[in-house]
């Protein structure tokens, strides 16, 4: 059995002297003088269900524009997880596999890399970049050429790319040396 419910302002322009239920009558009238205006102007309603001894009770309560916006934002957000959600499956990797006698999904993964370590890795790198550019405009690329090994040509290859001389170069791989055990510091 279903039931719905419409609790309206009992004064439209003074929402603060409460909320009443609407007649049908009432209802009717809102949604008739609802029609064609801008979605700033409507009277808003959010929609809430919920059941209460197998009667499923539907209300449709009226608040102000900014608590609908807020809302709807929240129920396209709930919507979408629900439709990602039933296409999502998901495994235990300790789960057997069929037609594999005794492997698990865990027996199967490729290497023994510590999965978990490896994104928090990337992400904190990915952190770490985001911080050198805000910082100084030389520093990531200087960042690269270190995690590709090639600390000791990058002094020369950008100190001729950005005109500085090579005294100049090592003042900034000791200032980022610097700033990177300051960043690693404040992560642990």
């Known amino acids: 059995m279903k039931r719905t419910t419409i609790l309206i302002y009992k004064d439209s322009t003074d929402p603060k002297k409460g909320l009443k239920e609407a007649t049908q ?14 979605m700033c ?32 934002r929240e129920d396209a957000l709930r919507d ?4 990602r959600k039933g296409e999502c499956q998901f495994l235990s990797i300790d789960c057997p ?7 698990t999904l865990m027996d199967t993964l ?12 990337e992400m904190l790198l990915e952190k770490l970049r985001e911080q050198l550019s805000g910082w100084k405009p030389w520093a990531v690329e200087l960042l690269d050429f270190y995690l590709d ?30 700033f990177i055990k300051n960043f690693f510091a404040e992560q642990v």
């Not at 490729?110 to 890795?121: I, N, P, Q, W, Y």
Request: charged letters at 35%.
């Open 97 to 103: 596999l069929k037609g594999y006698e005794g492997e």
């Open 25 to 38: 009558k009432e209802w009717s009238a809102i949604l008739k003088s609802n029609k064609g205006l801008p």
């Open 41 to 72: 102007k409507r009277r808003c309603f959010i929609e809430d269900s919920f059941e209460d001894c197998g009667v499923v009770d539907r209300m449709f309560i009226e608040v102000s524009y900014e608590a609908y916006m807020e809302w709807h």
């Open 110 to 121: 490729v290497g023994s890399d510590d999965l978990e370590a490896s994104v928090v890795d």
């Open 80 to 83: 979408i997880n629900r439709k």
């Open 149 to 178: 090994g090639n600390k000791k040509s990058s002094a020369r290859v950008l100190g001729e790319k950005y005109g500085i001389s090579a005294m100049a170069m090592s003042k900034r791989k000791r200032l980022l040396d610097e």
